[in-house]
């Protein structure tokens, strides 16, 4: 399996912001590779459930930041993110 380097924050944020983004919609912006969903999806199952709740957390952080609502994200996107992760990409199962 490629290696996506998922263990630097960058490229995990940017992995899994594309591939919600794709999921969400957004299929010019967004990221439709399943070898890189299939890489975080494993990533996540490697965590203990903790670390998969801190990482979560810390990835949904973004879109209640100063410069996320400045982009119009609201408490609704947190909500569905949090969805996405454990529908599709199977964090907290």
């Known amino acids: 399996?490629?290696?996506?380097?998922?263990?630097?924050?960058?490229?995990?944020?940017?992995?899994?912001?594309?591939?919600?983004?794709?999921?969400?919609?957004?299929?010019?912006?967004?990221?439709?590779?399943?070898?890189?969903?299939?890489?975080?999806?494993?990533?996540?199952?490697?965590?203990?459930?903790?670390?998969?709740?801190?990482?979560a957390s810390k990835l949904a952080s973004v879109y209640l930041s100063e410069s996320g609502i400045k982009q119009g994200y609201r408490i609704e996107d947190v909500i569905l993110f949090a969805d996405w992760l454990k529908e599709k990409m199977e964090v907290f199962c």
């Not at 944020?13 to 912006?29: E, H, K, N, R, W």
């Not at 990221?31 to 969903?37: E, T, V």
């Open 1 to 55: 399996m490629r290696d996506y380097g998922l263990d630097n924050w960058d490229n995990l944020q940017d992995a899994v912001d594309g591939l919600f983004a794709y999921d969400q919609g957004c299929t010019s912006s967004g990221i439709n590779d399943p070898l890189l969903r299939e890489a975080v999806k494993n990533y996540f199952k490697r965590l203990e459930l903790s670390e998969q709740s801190l990482v």
